[in-house]
């Protein structure tokens, strides 16, 4: 897991860790809340541009994870329970991640030697059902 003062920061970020070749896939995790000026549309927009530049650049996709909404409530909904957007985050950076290994010829080596009808990755998570929101977030590990 890597941090980063501000979701600004998060493109740059993302290029750091892809030019490492050390991961498959980042997810770039953040939240812009709105508030009365225009400065909420130019960070937003920065930062999705930036983070698809990343993704387009270095062959590593990068994940648009960052919540942008109007309040603090909206924020909570989206980050937890059922309505918590970093399961479909999730699932997307393993299903990128293995487009990226197709696509670059990476899954050969598993392709000679298993059954084409396994999957490679079995991703069935459920989410808890606590809504407890103070909980600090444990970092996932993904490896492909």
């Not at 498959?24 to 927009?45: N, P, Q, R, S, W």
């Not at 270095?58 to 909404?69: A, K």
């Not at 050969?108 to 809504?131: E, I, M």
Request: glycine share 8%; net charge positive.
């Amino acid at each position: 897991t890597t941090y980063v003062p501000g979701s600004f920061e998060l493109p740059i970020t993302a290029k750091f860790l892809a030019a490492s070749k050390r991961v498959d896939v980042i997810i770039c995790v953040g939240c812009l809340i709105k508030g009365d000026t225009m400065h909420f549309e130019y960070i937003a927009d920065a930062v999705a541009n930036g983070i698809m530049k990343v993704s387009l650049e270095s062959y590593v996709p990068c994940i648009f994870g960052v919540l942008t909404v109007l309040n603090k409530e909206q924020a909570v909904v989206r980050s937890s329970g059922e309505g918590n957007e970093g399961l479909s985050w999730g699932r997307s950076a393993v299903e990128m991640g293995l487009a990226r290994m197709s696509a670059m010829g990476m899954d050969q080596k598993r392709a000679k030697g298993a059954d084409a009808q396994t999957p490679f990755v079995n991703f069935n998570a459920t989410l808890p059902t606590s809504t407890n929101t103070t909980a600090k977030p444990v970092p996932a590990k993904i490896a492909f």
